[in-house]
């Protein structure tokens, strides 16, 4: 399946087809700091956005994902990111076997033929759980883990002229439950960093647990965001906030605010733990296209729900 939105009355789907891209690589320094300028030569570029790719052992799960990275590399977009949910799971500890989750997890993206920007998701978050052999004074835990394979858990990167930022949309509760939230020092973090971004410049934000989604609107439950997202948009209320790449649920969705923030939540490699669809949205991930300062998408299906029904039959 496959479907496609245009950002703006302006068009730029080419009639005669897709224009190919395998651009070089102009930047790959996520950093905590750093200016952004728009490149005035606004190359066109493509990128693409896998989330909840919850890699284990088993359910045949390294295929499906290997089956993703092959499709991506067809493509051959710029970069990759991903939105969390990197490995099912390591909430409950046990160092050894999260370890190999994580490592297996990094092995296989090595086979990405272009730089991959990573997420941190809750199942990423070590030992948290109270069932957790390993607890707050193990090195690995909460983010430490994620940090040693893949650095900071928030960071942001400037590509041909747009801006990317990466956060870490999780914090753990007293009762040792994960939460949706944007800490403090990283929020203190990005309202200096954002001062060093020109207003124009277009802005993608990726978090794990969203900032805007209608999914408990219509399904009820509990909410399923950050629930201080506001402070994040408060920060970046004079930039051009353009998009919002978003993880954890496991669903397609788009939105566009008020004519300004679009967003768009992605999906999931992984499906219902690797068992099949997940809110009746196939396994997949998102093509984003950007040309100058307007961008499109397209969720991808990289046939791995036709051959998971193929192998159960
Ligand atoms: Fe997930």
Redesign the pocket.
Known sequence: MRDHHKSSRRSFLKKAGLATMAAPLMSFNPTHGGASHINPSNQDFDFSFLT?I?IRPDRDAPDGFQMAIDKVNKMNPDFVITGG?LVYDVMRGQFDKSDSLFKLYAEMSKSFKMPVYNCI?N?DLFGIYEESPEGPDHPDYKYGMWERYFGNTYYAFDHKGWHFITLNSLEVTPDKKYKGYYHKAQLEWLESHIQSVDKKTPIVITTHLPMVCVFTQINGGNPRTVSNAHEAFKILKDHNLKLILQ??I?WKEYGLANDVTHYITGG?IAGNGWKGRRHNTPEGFMSIRVKDDQFRWEYIDHGWEAERLRRAK
Request: net charge negative; charged share 20%.
């Open positions: 909840d919850h949910d998701g199942h993880g954890h496991h999931s």
